[in-house]
Nanobody, 129 residues
Framework: QVQLVESGGGSVQAGGSLRLSCAAF????????MGWFRQAPGKEREGVAV????????YYADSVKGRFTISQDNAKSTLYLQMNTLKPEDTAMYYC??????????????????????WGQGTQVTVSS
């Protein structure tokens, strides 16, 4: 029902910035929650930033709060993640995710620990010291 395609990943030095984009195709107006997750080798998946598209509320992991900003266009067709002051610990595969029911995002806990239905293929972010 929904196809997600990420772009914008790459390799940067610590302190640099990257802007990730997620293009959504399909029944985008049915989407309630959209967000970014990441996973580094040997570590569990981590919720990074989520937006409740119905009310515009955003949620961030403590590790990225103040450095990352999630946003979307009015049509819900594109999701963004502006990443500033990048650190080596931000190195991971970043995935765009979306849902319209299974994944609840009315609270921070629900948003960051949810199980979205739709996922992108991922885009690699590598931050060097």
């Amino acid at each position: 029902q929904v196809q997600l395609v990420e772009s914008g990943g790459g390799s940067v030095q610590a302190g640099g910035s990257l802007r990730l984009s997620c293009a959504a195709f399909g029944y985008t107006y049915s989407v309630d929650c959209m967000g970014w997750f990441r996973q580094a080798p040997g570590k569990e998946r981590e919720g990074v930033a989520v937006i409740n598209t119905g009310v515009g509320e955003t949620y961030y992991a403590d590790s990225v709060k103040g450095r990352f900003t999630i946003s979307q266009d009015n049509a819900k067709s594109t999701l963004y993640l502006q990443m500033n002051t990048l650190k080596p610990e931000d190195t991971a595969m970043y995935y765009c995710a979306a849902d319209y029911g299974r994944w609840q995002c009315m609270t921070r806990t629900q948003a960051l620990s949810g199980r979205p239905t739709y996922w992108g293929q991922g885009t690699q972010v590598t931050v060097s010291s």
